[in-house]
């Protein structure tokens, strides 16, 4: 098949489903829940993760530089494993159909807000009080730890809603197979995708995870409506977090630094680097879950041209903050550039500029690397790391300057390597969104089954002249 920029792909790039529900449901099953070797692994992560954390509050709060690697793990997650979910929410808006397979992998990594959360109310006491320097809140009565705490709280609450409300249905199948389930209500087939998506017979599931879910007409109308809601309050949600979180723990700890164009750069660059954690996991999915016949060439080609996209714009709008800086060369502003990019952090920045950059766009506007599998894999790892060096040159950066109510930075913070606690904080957050990820599907499948079944009610084969077609249709 030949494709719409001419490049002919070595592989079929949609998924090769079963042709009936119940073997797509069989299929989709199969596959084994994670081992209780790898929830052990990370779980001992997670422990660690702890101990790092108790290590951290034990050398106390009065030197606020220590706590800068532990600000970053914050803003790491928040702008990857948080941010993964949106490639969902933006999909279901937009109505793409090469995201059903992918869906559920995405809102999986809603659970990462657990750990965040947690991170984030030990970080609490040390950001400083608000007289004296430049901040969002003012006078707000608790600002800015409880609107931070409230927003993280918001966040999480509605991404753990909206994988709860897409699984249902799942959920309720898994039960049935297993037959745990009670069968005495009639699936209504009315809505669109409902038939077929459940076993035939299945009756009412009145599970601890799903409630009483009947597969009724009314219930698929409100789920599909609570889905849409829920996602763009995630949406709206993130990037709120993002500004939140980017003006307290960088912006009004550094005198001088007042850019308005800096949230909007940390939501631009977390999208990417979102997606760049999609990718990876899908490829983990793939490889090692037993999804290799579900997620297929467009479920990384795709997400491979939004990441060359939002590369471009990750230049785009970090210069247009730099050069008001640059151009500027006011004191206030030369302290600024010299904390977080031409001083102590010079390096992570120069990592972030390449790895964020300049590497992903040239690797993905090539056809070949772009449309393939390995290589939106390469350069999703290579964004990732790529933020993580980011999030490191802004947050201890920030936070290695010492007095926060001066006009500008007197004194440029000394280079502050990680220590014992940092990196045990760091590995333990990200074993626990692990753990947390493999836990949940355990329970919930990694591919959303009445998604994948509603397209296969959606899409016919059809013969144009030579070539074979697919014909999708669009049932709103």
Request: aromatic residues 12%; proline residues 8%; hydrophobic residues 55%.
């Amino acid at each position: 098949m030949t494709h719409q920029n001419g490049h002919r792909p070595h592989v079929d790039p949609r998924p090769h489903l079963p042709e009936t529900p119940e073997a797509l449901t069989a299929e989709a099953l199969a596959p084994r829940p994670p081992g209780g070797i790898w929830l052990a692994i990370t779980g001992i992560l997670l422990i660690l993760g702890v101990v790092g954390v108790g290590m951290r509050i034990a050398g106390g709060y009065q030197d606020r530089a220590a706590w800068g690697f532990y600000a970053a793990t914050i803003g790491f997650i928040l702008s990857t494993a948080q941010a993964a979910p949106l490639l969902s929410v933006a999909t279901r808006l937009t109505k793409g159909f090469w995201r059903k397979p992918l869906v559920r992998a995405a809102e999986l990594f809603t659970v990462s807000g657990i750990i965040n959360l947690l991170l984030l109310i030990p970080l609490l006491p040390v950001l400083p009080p608000l007289e004296g320097r430049m901040t969002f809140w003012v006078a707000w009565p608790g600002a800015p730890q409880l609107p931070l705490l409230l927003g993280m709280i918001a966040l999480v609450v509605c991404g753990l809603g909206l994988l709860y409300t897409s699984a249902r249905p799942d959920v309720a199948t898994v039960l049935d197979r297993s037959g745990t389930a009670l069968r005495n209500a009639r699936l209504g087939s009315a809505w669109p995708g409902s038939a077929g998506i459940l076993p035939a017979g299945a009756g009412a599931r009145r599970g601890l995870l799903t409630g009483p879910w009947l597969g009724t007409p009314h219930q698929w109308k409100v789920m599909s409506n609570a889905i849409t809601y829920l996602g763009i309050f995630y949406l709206m949600m993130l990037v709120f977090m993002q500004f939140m979180v980017g003006v307290e723990l960088a912006i009004s700890l550094v005198p001088g630094w007042r850019d308005p164009i800096f949230p909007a750069f940390l939501a631009i660059s977390s999208i990417q680097a979102g997606l760049a954690t999609l990718v990876v996991a899908l490829a983990l999915l793939r490889a090692f879950g037993g999804y290799r016949r579900f997620i297929a060439l467009d479920q990384f080609w795709n997400p491979a041209k939004l990441m060359m996209s939002f590369s471009m714009l990750w230049f785009y709008f970090w210069w247009s903050g730099f050069i008001i800086f640059w151009y500027g060369r006011t004191p206030p502003e030369q302290g600024v550039l010299m904390t977080v990019i031409f001083g102590p952090y010079l390096w992570p920045f120069i990592a972030s500029f390449f790895c964020n950059f300049v590497i992903p766009l040239f690797l993905l506007i090539w056809n070949p690397i772009r449309v393939s599998i390995g290589g939106p894999i390469l350069a999703g790892v290579i964004i990732i790391f790529g933020n993580l060096m980011d999030r490191i040159r802004i947050y201890a950066g920030a936070f290695g300057v010492e007095d926060v109510t001066a006009h500008l930075v007197e004194h440029t913070p000394a280079t502050r390597m990680p220590d014992l606690a940092d990196i045990l904080v760091f590995i333990g957050a990200i074993g626990g969104i692990a753990f947390l990820y493999l836990l949940a599907m355990r329970f919930i499948p990694a591919v959303s089954l009445w998604e994948l079944k509603e397209g296969q009610l959606l899409t016919r084969h059809r013969s144009l002249v030579r070539s074979a077609v697919v014909v999708i249709g669009k049932p709103q």
